[in-house]
């Protein structure tokens, strides 16, 4: 086996840490910094920062492996134009970024939250992250959020329940996201532990309504990214389906934002920097933060609500039903040749298997599943037909 210089290769990682130092923002989170729950002797060796080993990690997850065939907003549309989540994390990543590069910020924390976040999605899009959900709670285990499985993959799922130990200020920002919710100004909480991180998850479970704030700057940012990088890619993609047209676009949000994607992410981004440059915050002006908040209601009623997509929505609805019974009744009756056992418990850690319920187990496999697999799951002749797009 080849042996390496360790004093070279860890003065290598010194040399970048201390140039962090010099040229982050007064606000960042250095590199030196990250916080995992345990110590590993191999990570304490080598030229690696801490957050890039977090983003590698990530990469190589099998979840992430699996964002590419997770549904963005419109499933079962036979169109290789339209947005799915692989490229969505990859935008919010670069928007992320490029914003973290002119406020000074740890590009390197931005990317790992901003390739984690969505991890947790159910297939099909919100529909099927509601439709789990009600089925969580009509069995006991609370509300399904799609941050907090995120979390619960990474940290306690991948790697046969081990999980990939990342960083608290990753996994924090991973389940402190809710790009769906409207903020204009976003200020980090910054006393966390790992302690508080399980309280939020379990807060966040109990209650979908819970309030979370990032503990870093650099969770904020992706925070707004996430916004920024669907609001008007997803008017793109509803123009592509003849859901709405261009002219539909409110007239006064036009004169704020533009009407096409690139440019309503230029007037974003531009803003966001502008106005978080040196500050302990990251926020909008009032003038964009109203005019975004007016477009995110447009895309829910004429895009997300539109009837025109939810042609599916009942059999999809039936069909999680049929798997989620399915899976706990296997589990229940120890049927160890259904693919739950085969294809999710096989080798799984024992730690795993005691800490979590059997309907937490079914939630996990389900959420974890692609489009096409859970499709795969159910009987042909009940299976939706993907139409045209």
Not at 13 to 26: A, D
Not at 290 to 308: D, V
Not at 328 to 342: G, H, M, Q, R
Request: hydrophobic share 35%; with cysteine; charged share 25%.
């Amino acid at each position: 086996m080849e042996k390496f210089d360790r004093s070279l290769l860890n003065g290598i990682r010194e040399i970048l840490n201390r140039h962090e130092t010099e040229v982050l923002s007064p606000g960042a989170i250095y590199s030196s910094d990250g916080l995992r729950r345990y110590t590993e002797k191999s990570l304490e060796i080598g030229y690696r920062q801490t957050f890039s080993t977090d983003v590698d990690r990530i990469l190589h997850s099998r979840a992430y492996t699996r964002y590419i065939d997770k549904t963005q907003v419109f499933y079962l549309i036979q169109n290789d134009h339209i947005t799915h989540r692989v490229l969505h994390v990859q935008l919010v990543a670069k928007i992320s970024r490029s914003i973290g590069r002119f406020l000074g910020l740890n590009e390197d924390l931005i990317e790992a939250i901003a390739l984690g976040h969505d991890i947790g999605h159910t297939p099909f899009g919100h529909d099927g992250e509601r439709i789990l959900s009600g089925l969580c709670r009509s069995h006991g285990i609370g509300y399904f959020q799609h941050n907090v499985q995120s979390v619960q993959f990474l940290d306690r799922v991948e790697r046969k329940g081990r999980g990939w130990n990342l960083c608290l200020q990753t996994l924090d920002g991973i389940l402190c996201h809710d790009g769906e919710i409207h903020n204009q100004l976003l200020k980090p909480c910054k006393e966390k532990t790992f302690e508080s991180l399980e309280n939020e998850m379990a807060k966040k479970t109990e209650d979908s309504k819970f309030p979370l704030m990032p503990m870093t700057l650099e969770g904020c940012v992706v925070r707004m990214a996430d916004t920024i990088s669907y609001i008007g890619r997803d008017i793109e993609d509803a123009i592509r389906l003849d859901l709405v047209s261009r002219s539909d676009l409110p007239e006064e949000v036009v004169a704020v934002l533009g009407n096409s994607n690139g440019t309503i992410v230029f007037n974003l981004v531009t803003d966001v920097i502008q106005n978080s440059y040196r500050n302990a915050f990251v926020t909008f002006s009032a003038r964009i933060s109203k005019a975004l908040k007016r477009l995110k209601n447009f895309n829910l009623e004429y895009i997300y609500m539109n009837p025109g997509i939810k042609h599916h929505l009942n059999t999809i609805h039936d069909l999680f039903e049929m798997l989620f019974d399915r899976y706990l009744e296997d589990i229940e009756k120890e049927n160890c040749s259904s693919v739950i056992f085969s294809g999710f418990l096989s080798d799984m850690s024992e730690d795993y298997i005691e800490r979590f319920s059997k309907e937490e187990i079914v939630r996990d496999f389900i959420a974890g599943m692609t489009d096409r697999y859970f499709l795969r799951q159910c009987p042909e002749y009940l299976r939706p037909r993907p139409g045209a797009g």
